[in-house]
């Protein structure tokens, strides 16, 4: 079966970090752009950032924007979202998914469909 296992949640002070992984199972996503969204409760799902195939282009919604940042291991199969400086408002179950990429490089916050992991909660609270 192929799936993406989002791990690396938990329970963390404002001003704390967390490093968040997602994992491919059944599969290899060194050919996959990939994604991170997250929904809060009560909210829509939105879009958090994306790294392309290659590694080198990263996208970052304005909110977490010198925060957070996305990386990719290949050789583990795994990409990180890592988390630092960590807000009330970034509470929300964090998921990554495959998402689509420009014929330049670029990667797209836009998933295809049935890709999704079943996510991992990140809550922030003294």
């Known amino acids: 079966q192929l799936q993406l296992v989002e791990s690396g949640g938990g329970l963390v002070q404002p001003g704390g970090s967390l490093r968040l992984s997602c994992t491919a199972s059944?599969?290899?996503?060194?050919?996959?752009?990939i994604g991170w969204f997250r929904q809060a409760p009560g909210k829509e799902r939105e879009e958090v950032s994306c790294?392309?195939?290659?590694?080198?282009?990263?996208y970052y919604v304005d909110s977490v924007k010198g925060r957070f940042t996305t990386s990719r291991d290949n050789a583990r199969n795994t990409v990180y979202l890592q988390l630092n400086n960590l807000k009330p408002e970034d509470t929300a179950v964090y998921y990554c998914?495959?998402?689509?990429?420009?014929?330049?490089?670029?990667?797209?916050?836009?998933?295809?469909?049935?890709?999704w992991g079943q996510g991992t909660q990140v809550t922030v609270s003294s």
């Open positions: 998914a495959r998402v689509r990429e420009t014929v330049t490089d670029m990667c797209l916050t836009i998933p295809y469909a049935g890709s």
């Open positions: 059944g599969f290899t996503l060194e050919h996959d752009a």
């Open positions: 790294v392309s195939i290659n590694g080198g282009q990263t």
